[in-house]
């Protein structure tokens, strides 16, 4: 008999680009009423759900990659993420998987969990923060 392949867990996290690709698809339309918004969602959902769009910056493409990592483990997350901080530094959520995979220590997890917050800082601007 052989080994079952472990089942990986659900990251919730992984719902944010669905939320992503509905947010850009939202950009710049006007609703004149619930309703009607409403009904736009339903057409979406009815015809499989957000159309993917292209990113529209380095952060954006970046943040594609930590997508595509929420969905892997080990090494191919690891170097999704390293890849994502190469094309931005302001990817927080790169920051937050080295964090969870690669840090030796505690000091070195705090470090990273600190970079992602300076990162997101710098991504989402002051006013925000």
Wanted: charged share 35%.
């Amino acid at each position: 008999m052989g080994k079952k392949k472990k089942k990986k867990e659900f990251d919730p996290r992984s719902m944010e680009k669905m939320l992503s690709d509905l947010s850009r698809m939202l950009r710049g339309k006007e609703f004149d009423s619930v309703e009607s918004l409403n009904q736009y969602l339903g057409e979406i959902v009815a015809s499989g759900g957000p159309v993917h769009s292209k990113p529209r910056d380095a952060l954006d493409e970046a943040q594609e990659l930590i997508y595509q990592a929420w969905e892997l483990e080990g090494r191919e997350r690891v170097e999704l993420a390293y890849q994502a901080l190469e094309i931005c530094e302001d990817c927080a959520d790169a920051y937050i998987i080295l964090a969870e995979e690669v840090a030796s220590s505690r000091k070195e997890m705090l470090r990273l969990y600190q970079q992602a917050v300076e990162a997101g800082r710098r991504a989402l601007g002051e006013k925000v923060f």
